[in-house]
């Protein structure tokens, strides 16, 4: 996951992921912007919620939900997980219109239940793409094992680690076009496997192979059942599937500058849902009918087995660098916007103000080196299993994600209640959520319900005893840092920036 796009306002200053070398020259420049500038439209956004999501989730994590919910199981759980983005962008979209501003969630959360869960929400998005990063570098050091078997995974974490830092901390003007590219990259990749995949269990030759490509859905039928672990084993993967969907709220923190919001962001919300419906659904159903479960995991992307079953020469070896380069595109950009939102916040007064400093080229070096935090978690795979580190890291950004989401369907319920006690016709609304208020109850339900099920998961629980007081630290800190702050204050802050 990756956010591409990510945008922040700091009082007079503009910085957008869109385009970091205008972000460079403008932090330089005598006479910066005082306004966004809404110049984006539904394509970018589009292209903004795509890139987002792609990344270590679905290349490698895929692996450990269809070993743990069996090949149908997996297919559900992706099914879940696409309805739940569902059910958030439809609470996101009406937010987005009502509030068009940079800051997107944390805004929301204070304007509509209060300056804590708002000051709560921000910096659980900073712990998602922070955390994040981590899954990124352990992944592709897992990936790497391939090629170098006898190298230790936390070697390959140290020497991506310091190419995404350095990248960040000295150039940024390649970023934006390095980034488009990628996503198609990734796009592409994931349209292949379903082409290629899909034809190998139809039974065109020589894709399915005389080792026993299966055919159609054979394989969704184990010796165990239809759900090998139980329907337990499709509840404990749904954080992990959540996680693997994270990045599609990345459209609510573009909203800030979004030209025509009104109808940029609904259609923009509609396509994206629907293309990622069609790309995770689709890739997961053809890796399940494909591999039997018992041979996926997270010692390989079940996309490198895929391709190396269909029998094409090399085409696993250039999967395998095709989802590497992705994975550290997801980690040079959730680094660069995890910085930013640091930056953000200190602004805010919301964090040290050290955070605030920039670089001769404008780049916030103290954010970066902190963010960079989270990416080093992944060293711990030099005294853990690769594997274990790498699942504790994908729980903890899912725990986060998921409690973005839950402050994103709160704040839509608060919203709109507020609304019409406030005498606003519902029926004027130039896009509305339907179905209020089941939609947001019923998405964040959900998102509760795979919390809860962390607690049954013994690979996954970490993330509880981590997330939890995470959540009860910013709530805390916040109170005894700034009292019982009126939302109101906070609304004029925020809208004058």
Same mark, same amino acid.
């Given at each position: 996951?990756?956010?591409?796009?990510?945008?922040?306002?700091?009082?007079?200053?503009?910085?957008?992921?869109?385009?970091?070398?205008?972000?460079?020259?403008? #932090?330089?420049?005598?006479?910066?912007?005082?306004?966004?500038?809404?110049?984006?439209?539904?394509?970018?956004?589009?292209?903004?919620?795509?890139?987002?999501?792609?990344?270590?989730?679905?290349?490698?994590?895929?692996?450990?939900?269809?070993?743990?919910?069996?090949?149908?199981?997996?297919?559900? #759980?992706?099914?879940?997980?696409?309805?739940?983005?569902?059910?958030?962008?439809?609470? +996101?979209?009406?937010?987005?219109?009502?509030?068009?501003?940079?800051?997107?969630?944390?805004?929301?959360?204070?304007?509509? /239940?209060?300056?804590?869960?708002?000051?709560?929400?921000?910096?659980?998005? =900073?712990?998602?793409?922070?955390?994040?990063?981590?899954?990124?570098?352990?992944?592709?050091?897992?990936?790497?094992?391939?090629?170098?078997?006898?190298?230790?995974?936390?070697?390959?974490?140290? $020497?991506?680690?310091?190419?995404?830092?350095?990248?960040?901390?000295?150039?940024?003007?390649?970023?934006?076009?390095?980034?488009? =590219?990628?996503?198609?990259?990734?796009?592409?990749? /994931?349209?292949?496997?379903?082409?290629?995949?899909?034809?190998?269990?139809?039974?065109?030759?020589?894709?399915?192979?005389?080792?026993?490509?299966?055919?159609? +859905?054979?394989?969704?039928?184990?010796?165990?059942? %239809? *759900?090998?672990?139980?329907?337990?084993? $499709?509840?404990?993967?749904?954080?992990? @599937?959540?996680?693997?969907?994270?990045?599609?709220?990345?459209?609510?923190?573009?909203?800030?500058? &979004?030209?025509?919001?009104?109808?940029?962001?609904?259609?923009?919300?509609?396509?994206?849902?629907?293309?990622?419906?069609?790309?995770?659904?689709?890739?997961?159903?053809?890796?399940?009918? &494909?591999?039997?479960?018992?041979?996926?995991?997270?010692?390989?992307?079940? *996309?490198?087995?895929?391709?190396?079953?269909?029998?094409?020469?090399? #085409?696993?070896?250039?999967?395998?660098? !095709?989802? /590497?380069?992705?994975?550290?595109?997801?980690?040079?950009?959730? +680094?660069?916007?995890?910085?930013?939102?640091?930056?953000?916040?200190?602004?805010?007064?919301?964090?040290?103000?050290?955070?605030?400093?920039?670089?001769?080229?404008?780049?916030?070096?103290?954010? !970066?080196?902190?963010?960079?935090?989270?990416?080093?978690?992944?060293?711990?795979?030099? @005294?853990?299993?690769?594997?274990?580190?790498? %699942? $504790?890291?994908?729980?903890?950004?899912?725990?986060?994600? !998921?409690?973005?989401?839950?402050?994103?369907?709160?704040?839509?319920?608060?919203?709109?209640?507020?609304? !019409?006690?406030?005498?606003?016709? @519902?029926?004027? +609304? @130039?896009?509305?959520?339907?179905?209020?208020?089941?939609?947001?109850?019923?998405?964040?339900?959900?998102?509760?319900?795979? $919390?809860?099920?962390?607690?049954?998961?013994?690979?996954?629980?970490?993330?509880?005893?981590?997330?939890?007081?995470?959540?009860?630290?910013?709530?805390?800190? *916040?109170?005894?840092?700034?009292?019982?702050?009126?939302?109101?204050?906070?609304?004029?802050?925020?809208? &004058?920036?």
């Amino acid at each position: 996951m990756q956010p591409d796009s990510a945008t922040f306002t700091s009082g007079q200053r503009e910085v957008s992921g869109s385009d970091p070398g205008a972000q460079e020259s403008n #932090a330089q420049a005598s006479d910066p912007p005082s306004e966004l500038h809404r110049s984006m439209g539904p394509r970018h956004l589009i292209m903004i919620a795509m890139g987002g999501v792609i990344g270590s989730g679905l290349f490698l994590s895929s692996g450990y939900t269809i070993a743990q919910a069996g090949p149908l199981g997996a297919v559900l #759980a992706y099914l879940v997980g696409a309805f739940v983005v569902y059910l958030v962008m439809s609470c +996101l979209g009406e937010l987005a219109i009502a509030y068009p501003v940079a800051g997107a969630f944390h805004i929301y959360a204070a304007r509509s /239940i209060g300056p804590a869960t708002g000051f709560t929400t921000a910096w659980l998005y =900073w712990l998602c793409w922070a955390v994040a990063l981590g899954s990124e570098f352990t992944a592709s050091g897992l990936l790497m094992q391939r090629w170098f078997p006898d190298v230790a995974v936390w070697v390959w974490c140290l $020497v991506f680690a310091v190419l995404v830092f350095g990248l960040n901390a000295f150039s940024a003007r390649l970023f934006g076009e390095a980034e488009f =590219w990628l996503s198609l990259v990734k796009v592409g990749t /994931i349209i292949a496997l379903i082409i290629f995949g899909g034809a190998a269990l139809l039974g065109f030759r020589p894709l399915a192979t005389d080792s026993g490509t299966p055919l159609l +859905l054979n394989n969704f039928v184990t010796s165990e059942g %239809l *759900f090998p672990q139980g329907f337990s084993g $499709v509840l404990v993967t749904t954080l992990a @599937v959540f996680y693997a969907f994270s990045g599609s709220e990345l459209i609510g923190v573009a909203a800030g500058e &979004t030209k025509d919001p009104a109808r940029s962001i609904p259609k923009a919300l509609r396509a994206t849902v629907f293309r990622l419906l069609i790309f995770f659904v689709g890739a997961i159903t053809v890796i399940a009918a &494909t591999v039997p479960y018992e041979n996926v995991g997270l010692d390989e992307s079940p *996309f490198v087995t895929v391709f190396g079953s269909l029998g094409v020469p090399y #085409a696993a070896d250039i999967m395998n660098f !095709v989802i /590497i380069t992705a994975l550290l595109s997801a980690g040079n950009s959730g +680094l660069y916007s995890c910085a930013r939102m640091l930056f953000s916040l200190a602004d805010e007064g919301h964090a040290p103000k050290v955070f605030r400093k920039l670089t001769r080229r404008g780049v916030p070096l103290t954010a !970066v080196s902190i963010s960079m935090l989270g990416g080093l978690a992944s060293l711990l795979s030099s @005294v853990m299993a690769a594997e274990s580190v790498y %699942l $504790v890291l994908v729980s903890v950004a899912g725990f986060a994600v !998921v409690g973005v989401w839950m402050s994103i369907s709160a704040s839509h319920f608060f919203h709109r209640r507020n609304f !019409v006690r406030a005498g606003g016709d @519902v029926s004027a +609304l @130039v896009y509305k959520s339907p179905l209020y208020p089941v939609v947001p109850i019923l998405a964040f339900t959900l998102c509760l319900i795979s $919390v809860i099920g962390l607690a049954f998961d013994p690979n996954q629980v970490a993330a509880l005893y981590f997330g939890v007081p995470f959540v009860a630290a910013c709530y805390l800190f *916040f109170y005894l840092r700034h009292g019982r702050r009126s939302a109101a204050n906070l609304n004029e802050s925020a809208t &004058t920036r």
